[in-house]
Each structure stands twice: as C-alpha cells, then as structure tokens.
Nanobody
Framework: QVQLVESGGGLVQAGGSLRLSCAFS????????MGWFRQAPGKEREFVAAISRSGDSVYYADSLKGRVTISRDNAKNTVYLQMNSLKPEDTAVYYC?????????????????WGQGTQVTVSS
C-alpha cells in the first residue's frame, strides 16, 4: 500500500521561498515517477513539476519554469519541490502524486496515488 504525505507548506511573504517535501511509504518508491500539482480555490488542479523514476529527468509547467525545482532522494523515499520568488497567485493546496512505471506525466489522470495536500499561502 502506497501513502504520500506532503509537508512544508505554510504562510510566506511574496518573494519568499518554500521547500515542500513528500514522503513516500510503501514498496518501490524508485518505480514511481513523481509529480507535484496545485489547486487554488475555484480552479482545476494544475501541473507544477514532475521527476522521472531515476531522478535523471525533470519536467516543469512552462509558467513556473525558473521558479520551481523538483528533486528526489530515492534513498530517503522523498521528493521535494523548491519554490522561489513566490507570488500571491502561487497560493494553493500543493499535492504530491506518484505514477507507477511512468515518467513525466503532466495530467492528473496520469497518476495513481495522491497525497492529502499541503497549503501554501503567499501574502502580498
């Protein structure tokens, strides 16, 4: 059974940074391509970033490229999302997701497992 638990969200001032973590529990973390999504009130869940099973490839939403960095540590069963230069429009619940045996999926439907989300609020 796979469980994903996000952490690291909180309140941050515009221009600040946060690093989100996603802890994976279960078998074969390295078998999952991992992704981050976000969902603001009244909006669809939006792709943020993804990383391949090995960590060798990363994928970013065009709108966020340059401000976010995804990484993973397969020895720690953890994936990270570093977010810099945060803007109020980045305010959302951020979700971690896993896709078994697939890399770089950008759609919600492409992922098998989801965390509960962590709230990121960026104040102006």
């Amino acid at each position: 059974q796979v469980q994903l638990v996000e952490s690291g969200g909180g309140l941050v001032q515009a221009g600040g940074s946060l690093r989100l973590s996603c802890a994976f529990s279960g078998r074969a973390f390295s078998g999952y391509g991992m992704g981050w999504f976000r969902q603001a009130p009244g909006k669809e869940r939006e792709f943020v970033a993804a990383i391949s099973r090995s960590g060798d490839s990363v994928y970013y939403a065009d709108s966020l490229k340059g401000r976010v960095t995804i990484s993973r540590d397969n020895a720690k069963n953890t994936v990270y999302l570093q977010m810099n230069s945060l803007k109020p429009e980045d305010t959302a619940v951020y979700y971690c997701a896993g896709a078994f045996l697939y890399d770089g999926r950008r759609s919600v439907q492409g992922y098998d497992y989801w965390g509960q989300g962590t709230q990121v609020t960026v104040s102006s």
